[in-house]
T-cell receptor
Framework: EAQVTQNPRYLITVTGKKLTVTCSQN?????MSWYRQDPGLGLRQIYY???????DKGDVPEGYKVSRKEKRNFPLILESPSPNQTSLYFCASSSPGRRESQYFGPGTRLLVL | GIQVEQSPPDLILQEGANSTLRCNFSDSVNNLQWFHQNPWGQLINLFY???GTKQNGRLSATTVATERYSLLYISSSQTTDSGVYFCAVGEKLVFGKGTKLTVNP
C-alpha cells in the first residue's frame, strides 16, 4: 500500500529537549516536504527536499532542521523546541512531474511545555 | 509570495444540500489542488486542477486560471463530507486557511 508514515503520532515534551519526527514514504518519490498546521492559519511549509541531499527552506523554517540522506526518509529535527512550536505537523511526498499524486502522512501532534 | 484566500471560512449545511467553496489566488499558477481534512485530521487529495473542470462523484471543481479563482462544488452533501477543505497552489503548495464544513443529519 502506498503511504507516508510519521512517528511519533503524538508527543509531549519540554522546552529545550531535542526531538526528531521521522517521515518515510514507500513510493520512491523524489519530492518530500514538511508542513505545520495551526488554528486559523492553514498549513505552512517548513522545509522541502527535491531529492537526496537537496533541501531548502519553506515559509517557516526557523527552529527546524531537516536531512535527506535516503530517498525514502525525511526527518524533521527540533534542536531546542519552544512552546511556539506546539502544532500539528504533516509530512508529504510526490513525484515532481505528478503533483496530483501528493500524499500526506497522518500527522504528528506536538505539545511543547 | 502567492496569497490564497478561501471563502466562506465556515459553512453549515443540512444533509442533502449543495454547496460551493471558493479559492482566490494572487498570481498565475500551474498547480492548484483541493484537499479534504477529515475530523480525524487526515488530509486527502481531492483534485489536481490547475485549469478546467473535473468531476469525481458528488464533487466537482472548476479553475479559471485567467481570473485566478477555483470553485469546489459539493452536491447532495453527506455527514461524511464534514471537515475542512483546503485549496493549495503553486510548486511549493501554498495553502489557504480553509473552509470548515459541517453537514448535519
Amino acid at each position: 500500500e502506498a503511504q507516508v508514515t510519521q512517528n511519533p503520532r503524538y508527543l509531549i515534551t519540554v522546552t529545550g529537549k531535542k526531538l526528531t519526527v521521522t517521515c518515510s514514504q514507500n513510493m520512491n518519490h523524489e519530492y518530500m516536504s514538511w508542513y505545520r498546521q495551526d488554528p486559523g492559519l492553514g498549513l505552512r511549509q517548513i522545509y522541502y527536499s527535491m531529492n537526496v541531499e537537496v533541501t531548502d527552506k519553506g515559509d517557516v523554517p526557523e527552529g527546524y532542521k531537516v536531512s535527506r540522506k535516503e530517498k525514502r526518509n525525511f526527518p524533521l529535527i527540533l534542536e531546542s523546541p519552544s512552546p511556539n512550536q506546539t502544532s500539528l505537523y504533516f509530512c508529504a511526498s510526490s513525484s515532481p512531474g505528478r503533483r496530483e499524486s501528493q500524499y500526506f502522512g497522518p500527522g504528528t501532534r506536538l505539545l511543547v511545555l | 509570495g502567492i496569497q490564497v484566500e478561501q471563502s466562506p471560512p465556515d459553512l453549515i449545511l443540512q444533509e442533502g444540500a449543495n454547496s460551493t467553496l471558493r479559492c482566490n489566488f494572487s498570481d498565475s499558477v500551474n498547480n492548484l489542488q483541493w484537499f479534504h481534512q477529515n475530523p480525524w485530521g487526515q488530509l486527502i487529495n481531492l483534485f489536481y486542477i490547475p485549469s478546467g473542470t473535473k468531476q469525481n462523484g458528488r464533487l466537482s471543481a472548476t479553475t479559471v486560471a485567467t481570473e485566478r479563482y477555483s470553485l469546489l462544488y459539493i452536491s447532495s452533501s453527506q455527514t461524511t463530507d464534514s471537515g475542512v477543505y483546503f485549496c493549495a497552489v503553486g510548486e511549493k503548495l501554498v495553502f489557504g486557511k480553509g473552509t470548515k464544513l459541517t453537514v448535519n443529519p
